[in-house]
């Protein structure tokens, strides 16, 4: 099997960081979106995708009658072992490590499929569209959102070029992921080869609202791989924080932070 590309490994402290400084700003107000778009459907059994720290997860439970089975899955467990202190026993959450594109679930298993900015970090998208329909029951919704381009979604764009501006050549390569599955036609196809039908998409802009351009900053470079990369290439992490959060600082405020964001919501129906 071959090795994972360090991109989509979160672990360690990257966990605490994202759910810190990422979360708030980033996540939740998405949840709250997904979450929305689900409160008319009756699902008896739910399975998130790249659950990562719960933001989904907590909203689901909170939305979704309390026999709904939830199953939060992540490739990496340090994503949902982190989760698991945000829920209550016997809140019918369960908790599985899982590769998107491989699913160790039965056909037919789920009456939903939901992930989070997570399909862009899977190498094989078909594969993980694929495994999305074959666990979902026939008329099982899958529901998910990418982050469009990365000019449309200015912290990405400030911290990838902020982020290369340290190297001569060959920079970390973390900020190509998150935006690199905005082209709908390509998305639509997937869907269509992978089986579903009744394919809509949503184009979404919200605020993208930091307490500071330090902890925003902070979460850019913390909250994901791309800080462990900057320690392993000797490049001072702090003196990178501190660059990214003088440019957002001087577009976008210091204390509050405050610009847009915009991502696609993709949801489908298995035939």
Not at 152 to 160: K, S, Y
Not at 196 to 210: L, P, Y
Request: aromatic share 12%; with cysteine.
């Amino acid at each position: 099997m071959t090795a994972p590309d360090p991109n989509v490994l979160f672990h360690g402290q990257i966990p605490a960081n994202y759910d810190r400084y990422l979360v708030p700003v980033l996540f939740a107000p998405y949840a709250t979106d997904l979450g929305k778009r689900l409160k008319d459907e009756k699902i008896p059994s739910l399975l998130k995708i790249a659950c990562g720290t719960g933001v989904v997860t907590r909203e689901l439970r909170n939305l979704l009658p309390p026999t709904t089975e939830i199953v939060g899955t992540d490739l990496n467990a340090d994503m949902f072992e982190f989760a698991k202190p945000k829920f209550k026993d016997g809140e019918n959450v369960r908790w599985q490590k899982a590769d998107a594109s491989s699913l160790p679930f039965a056909d037919a298993s789920f009456d939903a499929v939901v992930c989070q900015f997570g399909v862009m970090f899977v190498p094989e998208k078909p594969a993980a569209m694929r495994e999305a329909y074959r666990v979902l029951k026939p008329g099982g919704i899958f529901l998910f959102n990418v982050w469009d381009s990365i000019d449309q979604n200015p912290f990405g764009l400030i911290a990838h070029t902020t982020i290369a501006s340290f190297f001569d050549h060959d920079p970390p390569r973390f900020y190509e992921f998150p935006f690199n599955l905005h082209d709908s036609k390509f998305v639509d196809q997937l869907l269509r080869d992978a089986g579903f039908g009744q394919i809509e998409s949503f184009c979404v802009k919200k605020t993208c609202r930091s307490k500071s351009a330090q902890d925003f900053a902070t979460g850019l470079v913390l909250g994901n791989p791309v800080g462990a990369e900057l320690e392993q290439r000797k490049v001072d992490r702090d003196i990178v924080i501190a660059k990214i959060k003088g440019r957002l600082a001087e577009r976008f405020g210091s204390a509050p932070m405050e610009t847009t964001m915009q991502a696609l919501i993709w949801q489908a129906r298995k035939r």
